[in-house]
């Protein structure tokens, strides 16, 4: 059966992330079945797909969590870089390539620690990791910690006194700042980070992931938990950081509310296969998510199959059991 597939998005034209043929097992159970997408250059990217589909594998897998079974994960920082630079680094064996207009990183070749800190991928997860007893100011400081023991050379003489290590404090102590100030929680900057409600953790996680600079931004359902007004600042927040600096997002979401009003692409997952992928609005039309996501049951879907395999939308859809034209 054909898939939609849209091919004319920025995923296409300007990939942040290319994702080839990822597969991942885990003894005999197939988590990720051959795996391919693109997230755009300053893109929202939502990855969606029912309970068990495999988006946290993917997560997983691209934030060096796990080592793919098989395939290929390329980051670009900077633009026109071609594919064909992408294949170079691969035939090299080395994780990374300084090309004309930037770098090229092969993420299933890299440890989690050198994605976050040398390839600029951050990312959030399902349940909120906050260090709960420092404060919440404490906690932006600590995500830079690495970025100024580099600045210090390592030694206690650096700490005290190079002035390089004093500039990258003071750097770090205003990045802070500010990120406290776009998330909405400066005023909260001495309070333990525990003690903030269960939205104001999640953007406090979301400001300590800004801190370090990160070019890809990936979040493990940020909206979970999060109340229709926090859900509208969650909104607010990151059309911001697309808009205003550029980051490209990667989102696992299962509120489609949040979904559909703020991605600029959808990818869906099912037992660990891609059914679907394009814009917001091609997705939501999709019959074929539309049965992942109702559950319809084995014959059901293969007689929803059937009717989209003869070109038959509206049969598949009343077939599926949907009332009038789908996603309305
Ligand atoms: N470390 C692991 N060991 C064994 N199986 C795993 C492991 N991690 C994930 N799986 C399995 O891989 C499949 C995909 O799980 P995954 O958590 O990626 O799905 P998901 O789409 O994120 O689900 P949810 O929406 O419920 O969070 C599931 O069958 C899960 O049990």
Redesign the pocket.
């Given at each position: 059966m054909a898939m939609t597939t849209e091919t004319t998005g920025r995923w296409m034209r300007d990939p942040v992330l290319t994702v080839e043929h990822l597969t991942?097992r885990?003894?005999g159970?197939v988590?990720?079945n051959d795996l391919s997408f693109e997230v755009g250059r300053g893109d929202i990217t939502a990855l969606i797909?029912?309970?068990?589909?495999?988006?946290?594998?993917?997560?997983?897998c691209v934030t060096g969590f796990?080592k793919p079974t098989e395939g290929r994960i390329a980051l670009r920082r900077g633009t026109g870089i071609g594919q064909d630079e992408v294949v170079a680094l691969t035939r090299t064996g080395a994780q990374s390539r300084k090309v004309s207009g930037g770098e090229v990183f092969l993420l299933e070749r890299m440890s989690d620690f050198r994605i976050t800190e040398v390839a600029g991928v951050a990312r959030t997860f399902?349940n909120i990791r906050l260090f709960g007893g420092m404060t919440v100011f404490e906690n932006l400081l600590v995500a830079q910690h690495n970025k100024l023991m580099a600045a210090s050379g390592f030694t206690v003489g650096g700490l005290l006194g190079l002035p390089g290590y004093r500039r990258a404090k003071e750097a770090a102590q205003d990045r802070a700042v500010d990120w406290l100030k776009r998330t909405a929680l400066l005023h909260r900057a001495d309070d333990p980070a525990a003690d903030l409600s269960y939205g104001d953790q999640r953007r406090l996680e979301i400001a300590r992931a800004m801190c370090t600079d990160p070019v890809l931004l990936c979040l493990?359902?940020p909206a979970a938990g999060l109340n229709p007004r926090e859900s509208a600042e969650l909104n607010t927040l990151l059309r911001s950081l697309r808009d205003d600096f550029g980051v490209s997002i990667l989102l696992?979401e299962?509120d489609m509310g949040v979904v559909m009003e703020i991605s600029d692409h959808v990818v869906v997952?099912d037992y660990?296969t891609k059914i679907s992928d394009g814009t917001a609005h091609a997705v939501r039309n999709d019959p074929r998510v539309i049965a992942a996501y109702l559950g319809v049951d084995d014959e059901e879907v293969e007689a929803v199959e059937a009717k989209l395999d003869q070109g038959d939308i509206d049969g598949a859809v009343a077939t599926a059991g949907l009332p009038g034209g789908a996603g309305a």
């Open positions: 991942m885990f003894g159970l988590a990720i797909g029912p309970n068990g589909a495999g988006k946290t594998t993917v997560f997983n796990y399902q493990d359902e696992i299962h997952l660990g």
